[in-house]
């Protein structure tokens, strides 16, 4: 028996999603917004999954560094129609905040998606956070993981 490594045993959606990934990966900086454009013109769900997973590798990339506010604004107005990627934007500047100890308010930790508040009870540098998140996090998971950071903290 011969393993056969065929694009016609892939599902359309799987090509078109890797092949979003593929042209936002080697996209210059300056033309991304364009090509962002571009895919979000595609109606298929795999743009906005492609685009989405394109903003958080971006996000993580730039989160420590000053380019990161005018990226953020810059993606925010691409994004503008989509509310779930405008969503995620608005939690990666949240986090950003947090971990670089700037200013960030209560209500919004407590109001954020699982997925912030995971990211954030799992972070070493958002301690104030995670001890706000062990007692008041949205699921037990999210408590119990920013407990453990806590833990983990305190020995090391």
């Not at 593929?22 to 571009?38: G, Y």
């Not at 062990?134 to 020995?155: D, E, H, P, Y």
Request: aromatic share 6%; charged share 25%.
């Amino acid at each position: 028996m011969t393993a056969m490594n065929s694009n016609q045993d892939v599902p359309e959606d799987v090509l078109r999603f890797t092949a979003y990934l593929q042209a936002l990966r080697r996209i210059p900086d300056d033309e991304e917004l364009s090509l962002i454009t571009t895919i979000l013109e595609d109606s298929d769900a795999t743009a906005q999954s492609a685009v989405l997973r394109h903003l958080d590798q971006r996000a993580d990339t730039l989160l420590r560094g000053e380019g990161y506010v005018p990226w953020a604004q810059a993606m925010t107005q691409v994004v503008a129609p989509r509310p779930f990627l405008i969503q995620r934007l608005h939690e990666w500047s949240l986090f950003r905040a947090v971990i670089l100890s700037q200013p960030w308010s209560l209500d919004a930790l407590t109001r954020a998606s699982n997925w912030l508040q995971l990211k954030i009870a799992e972070s070493q540098s958002a301690i104030e956070a995670v001890e706000i998140l062990a007692q008041a996090g949205r699921t037990k998971r999210i408590r119990n993981t920013a407990r453990t950071t806590l833990v983990q903290r305190s020995r090391g």
